[in-house]
């Protein structure tokens, strides 16, 4: 069993940038893929980047490639997700998630896996 807090959302403004946050505790880190992902007014809850336990491999989802990167840090139990040139569309609740023993294809194919923390808000005003 993991614990997982998110920080670092707040409001932004279009074209600016974010840094979140994931704290994880209560059992080996560095066993855990981690994901991002995050759920806007009314939509579904949809898939933003995963890392590998090791951090060696990550995806990202097609309307932030380019934009986002995630990244680990296993000695400080941390996952981040750099977030660059902000657009009014990547205003949502942002999770994290972490999964183990579990093939990475399925942070795309079953998300609802693995624990989540609360959350945070990243609001982008244009």
């Known amino acids: 069993q993991v614990q997982l807090v998110e920080s670092g959302g707040r409001l932004v403004q279009a074209g600016g940038s974010l840094n979140l946050t994931c704290v994880v505790s209560g059992d080996s880190f560095s066993s855990y893929a981690i994901g991002w992902f995050r759920q806007a007014p009314g939509k579904e809850r949809e898939f933003v980047a995963f890392i590998t336990s090791g951090g060696r491999l990550s995806d990202y989802a097609a309307p932030v490639k380019g934009r986002f990167t995630i990244s680990r840090e296993n000695a400080k139990n941390s996952a981040y997700l750099e977030m660059n040139n902000l657009k009014p569309e990547d205003t949502a609740v942002y999770y994290c998630?972490?999964?183990?023993?579990?093939?990475?294809?399925?942070?795309?194919?079953?998300?609802?896996?693995?624990?989540w923390g609360q959350g945070t808000q990243v609001t982008v005003s244009s």
């Open positions: 998630n972490a999964r183990t023993q579990v093939p990475i294809s399925t942070f795309t194919m079953n998300p609802a896996l693995g624990a």
